[in-house]
Structures are given as structure tokens and as C-alpha cells.
């Protein structure tokens, strides 16, 4: 089974993310996608929260690594609930204990690459705090897939505030939330293949062309042409 994350590293981004082409051109700008992310760069330990809105980092550019945690397993690893990070970058050193980061630091300071020292320490803390909720693995893939919250939650035998109050700690938001970002992502793979921009809609689940429209722009802050780089 795939560990849950992604290592990586990348220029500019704050948040390192897949490597794929479509990310690379616009590494600067991070959408939304349920992921939470632990970073390294130039001596910083940062962490990466959900989500709701595009994120834009300021400055200049500069080499980051990290890892992607796939939507609710960084909470377990970092021991912090995901709400409290929600819209955050925030530095290790206020989530963990100063040892702790500072060894961390080192490791990563002493390795010949950033993103496979951070991969092997969290392999380490993995064993330690033992595998995710295997109930928030099925959440994502049914959300991914599009299936209705309330069908979700009747199948994962929880009422809507029990899956509520799990899904705030585990992704940062609540389900309806972390459903609208996987259909924004569903979308963007279409529309990335060439797919038109009415057909993305019906497939990702929107009720028309102009719901997908108004979606990424309000989670992506721009318009969906402009975001694939069609000016």
C-alpha cells in the first residue's frame, strides 16, 4: 500500500505538490485540495494546512521541499486537528515540542536531499502513531467519486454531526466542504486534458457551465480559462 504522501520538491510554490505539468507552470498559486502538506526551506520547518481558498505566497522565489499528505492523514502525523491549521502556514516549532523540531532541522540539514530525509522521518513517526482511519479513506474516495454527503455518511453508518466533528479535525472542514475541492479537482484534470468546459461540468458533478464557473472563482480567485492559462 502507498504511504500517504507524496514526496517532492519544487521552485517558488510554497506548497510543494505532485509533479505534473500542469502544476509546474503555476507553482506560485496553490488551489485547494484537501491536502496538507510539511515543508522545508532555507532552515524553516513549516506546515502547510487545508485549503479553502487559493493561496498565493509573496516574496521571492525559492527552493522548497516536502511532502503531500493525502485529505486526513496529517493530523495523526502532526498531532494537531486540521482546523486548527485551516487557511494557515504555520512553523513546526509552534505545533511540536523545540527537541523535536530541532532534531528534525538537523536531519534534514545533513541529508543530500530534503524530501527524502522528511519522507524517511515521517515513515519513523508512521510506525510510531500507527496507521489513519481507514473510515476517512473511504470518505475521500466516495466524495471523489462524487456521491452525495448525506448517501456518504448513511453508508459509513455516521449521523451528519458525528461526520461533521470527524471531518473538521481530519481535513479542516466540514464534508460539503472537502466535497466541493475534490469536484474543483475533478474539474481541473478535465479541463487540463482538453476536455470542454461544458462536458467538465457534467462529469465533475456541476449542475452547468456556469455553477463549474462561479465555483473556481471563488475557489481559485480567477477565472477558469485564466487559471488553465488561457489568458
Known sequence: MAEPWQPTTTRRGAVP???SPAWSKREALV???GCMDLLWSE????VAGPDTRAFEPAGPPAHWAGLRFFPGTAPGYLAVPAHEL???RVDLADLW???AVRRLRDRVEAAPSAATALEAAALERAAETGPPDPLLGVLVAALDAGRPV???ADALGLGARTLHRRALAAFGYG????ARVLRLQRALRLARAGVPYAACAARAGYADQAHLARDVKELAGRPLGRLLGGG
Not at 532552515?43 to 513549516?46: A, D
Not at 464534508?175 to 472537502?178: A, E, Q, R, S, V
Open 150 to 152: 448525506a448517501r456518504t
Open 43 to 46: 532552515g524553516r520547518l513549516l
Open 31 to 33: 488551489l485547494p485540495d
Open 17 to 19: 505538490g505532485p509533479a
Open 97 to 99: 515540542p523545540a527537541p
Open 86 to 88: 485551516r487557511d494557515r
Open 175 to 178: 464534508p460539503k466542504t472537502l
